[in-house]
């Protein structure tokens, strides 16, 4: 009986590695966003002690805020979301590297979280994979099917249940090859593939598809040195 407790409370708790190392924090508190964060394409802002995503009705790509670091391989994201309407349809928290030239905008791996499912996906060998033209044939929808089935293997869908206007806290993090996710405590799953195994993620990013996500309590943490 104790072993299956045990079982049952492994399955429904955050994951317990260690990144006890504050790289970057914000709580929103100021007026405005403050120096350190970058921006695409956005009209997010802070107001009330949140950030509120915006992308504008006008705008061709989803809103993007973001912190640059210097480049890590394992990583923690934190951050507190509230899907504030059913016009919020996601957001994602990404890990880039500018400087690698081998993925379209050094898009390394993701998060998209979503009121109904979290996916996990491996950008810089999979659908972002600019080796090869894989990317450009993506686009064009001139993918082979073998194509097609390898890039269905770079990316997980858990479905899951988030409440409307309920705040969430989520918390993302890389070690090795792997990327997991829990949400209010709660393993929510994990991810295996090669490219989330990249050393110098360098950029960490919200983006906001398309409004009505609101996040508190931002913070990067990186692994003991």
């Known amino acids: ?7 049952a409370l492994l399955a429904t708790t955050a ?23 970058g921006h695409y394409k956005s009209s997010s802002v802070v107001k009330d002690g949140v950030l509120v995503g915006i992308t504008a009705p006008t705008s061709d790509h989803s809103a ?14 934190s951050v507190k979301f509230r899907f504030v309407s059913d016009k919020a349809k996601s957001f994602n928290v990404w890990f880039d590297d500018k400087n690698y030239k081998g993925s379209h905008a050094g898009h390394i791996c993701q998060a998209t979280i979503s009121p109904t499912s979290v996916n996990l996906a491996d950008a ?14 993506k686009k064009a929808n001139q993918l082979t099917d073998d194509e097609k089935k390898m890039l269905a293997s770079k990316a997980s869908r858990i479905p899951v249940k988030l ?6 806290t989520l918390v993302v993090q890389t070690e090795g090859d792997e990327l997991r996710v829990s949400i209010d405590g709660k393993k929510i799953g994990s991810f ?25 309590d931002f913070s990067i943490k990186g692994v003991a040195k």
Do not use: C, Q
Request: hydrophobic letters at 35%; a negative charge; proline letters at 2%.
């Open 64 to 77: 993007v805020d973001n912190i640059r670091i210097e480049g890590e391989r394992d990583l923690e994201v």
């Open 163 to 168: 409440k409307l206007e309920g705040w969430h």
């Open 124 to 137: 810089k060998t999979g659908g972002f994979d600019l080796t090869g033209g894989l990317y450009d044939r």
């Open 192 to 216: 295996k593939s090669p490219g989330i195994n990249h050393d110098t993620k360098s950029l960490i990013s919200l983006t906001t598809n398309a409004v009505d996500v609101e996040y508190d």
């Open 15 to 37: 994951f317990a590695a260690d990144y006890p190392r504050v790289i970057f924090s914000d709580d929103f508190s100021a007026d405005g966003f403050g120096k350190a964060w």
């Open 1 to 7: 009986m104790k072993t299956i407790l045990s079982l």
